[in-house]
């Protein structure tokens, strides 16, 4: 399964960053992404949460973005969407104990996996959202 997290929040982040004097409604967001309100509700609250959107709520309520666009990075998206989990997950089972390959690889793709979330996130850092606004 394809996890989608990131990009649609980068989508809804710059949204919010294109049109920063304008509350927009889940509703809204959602036409922009062609999607279903209730699933833009759902990536927003992990961005609220991480301190980088605003959300009003009630009659005239809706979402802003929190801070200036210059001073949130794609790292700082990246970190609200996928809090709970990294870009590539291990599997959960348990090593075939007779197999010396099954039992190494729970270390070897570790290691693997952690410089890959390392080097996401500076990369990542190296650009800010005001950039990719700009390239809209």
């Given at each position: 399964?394809?996890?989608?997290?990131?990009?649609?929040?980068?989508?809804?982040?710059?949204?919010?960053?294109?049109r920063?004097?304008?509350?927009?409604?889940?509703?809204?967001?959602?036409?922009?992404?062609?999607?279903?309100?209730?699933?833009?509700?759902?990536?927003?609250?992990?961005?609220?949460?991480?301190?980088?959107?605003q959300?009003?709520?009630?009659?005239?309520?809706?979402l802003?973005?929190?801070?200036?666009?210059?001073?949130?990075?794609?790292?700082?998206?990246?970190?609200?969407?996928?809090?709970?989990?990294?870009?590539?997950?291990?599997?959960?089972?348990a090593?075939?104990?007779?197999?010396?390959?099954?039992?190494s690889?729970?270390?070897?793709?570790?290691?693997?996996?952690?410089?890959?979330?390392?080097?996401?996130?500076?990369?990542?850092?190296?650009?800010?959202?005001?950039?990719i606004?700009r390239?809209?």
């Amino acid at each position: 399964m394809v996890d989608t997290r990131f990009p649609v929040s980068v989508h809804i982040m710059t949204l919010l960053a294109y049109r920063p004097d304008t509350l927009l409604s889940s509703t809204d967001v959602a036409k922009s992404l062609k999607t279903h309100p209730a699933f833009v509700r759902k990536l927003v609250g992990p961005l609220v949460d991480g301190g980088l959107i605003q959300s009003t709520r009630g009659k005239g309520g809706g979402l802003a973005i929190a801070r200036s666009a210059k001073d949130i990075s794609l790292k700082d998206i990246y970190i609200a969407a996928l809090h709970d989990k990294p870009l590539v997950c291990l599997p959960k089972k348990a090593p075939k104990l007779s197999c010396p390959v099954s039992c190494s690889m729970a270390d070897v793709l570790s290691k693997i996996v952690d410089g890959i979330e390392a080097s996401t996130q500076r990369f990542l850092a190296k650009t800010s959202l005001e950039e990719i606004v700009r390239s809209c």
